[in-house]
């Protein structure tokens, strides 16, 4: 019982500056292709449609549901009668990495307030994008979002469920 008590301890002292911290300063490079960063980078102000390489785009949901293709994603929030209503990046919590001029991968960190039928949720997500660079066109194929976990949540899954 005290390994566990120690393990969870440490988890959680390591696990929470992790979701909090910056990237550690001059790790990745994230200066290298100029261009192509601008170019990435203006793909958020592109109407969906010119977005995605024949809807081949996979997408996890911080709720863990898979969505395969754009249209399948989209469907997924109208059917529930969800929106956007926001989403604001967290300041020095992004990592562009761009491979070969040809590939890329995002980590940031976004603050999201989604309105649904029940009223807003706010909630923070750690997301991972892929791109990829046909004919001379950047495309976004794949995204994974994840919400970090409170040290509560932590400490459940790390114990299981409580004896009877």
Do not use: C
Request: a positive charge.
């Amino acid at each position: 019982m005290k390994k566990i008590i120690v393990f969870v301890v440490m988890l959680t002292v390591f696990i929470s500056p992790a979701l909090q911290a910056q990237p550690p300063a001059g790790k990745y490079n994230t200066t290298n292709y100029p261009e192509e960063r601008k170019e990435i980078a203006l793909m958020n102000r592109l109407p969906d449609s010119l977005k995605h390489l024949n809807d081949d785009y996979i997408a996890v949901g911080p709720e863990g549901l898979i969505s395969y293709g754009f249209e399948q994603w989209k469907k997924g929030f109208t059917d529930a009668g969800v929106t956007f209503k926001s989403a604001k990046p967290v300041p020095g919590m992004s990592v562009l990495r761009v491979y070969n001029g040809d590939a890329a991968v995002n980590h940031f960190v976004v603050d999201v307030v989604l309105s649904t039928p029940t009223g807003d949720l706010p909630i923070r997500v750690i997301r991972t994008e892929t791109f990829i660079k046909q004919e001379g066109k950047w495309y976004f194929v794949s995204g994974q979002g994840t919400m970090p976990s409170s040290k509560a949540e932590i400490e459940k899954l790390i114990r299981g469920k409580p004896k009877q």
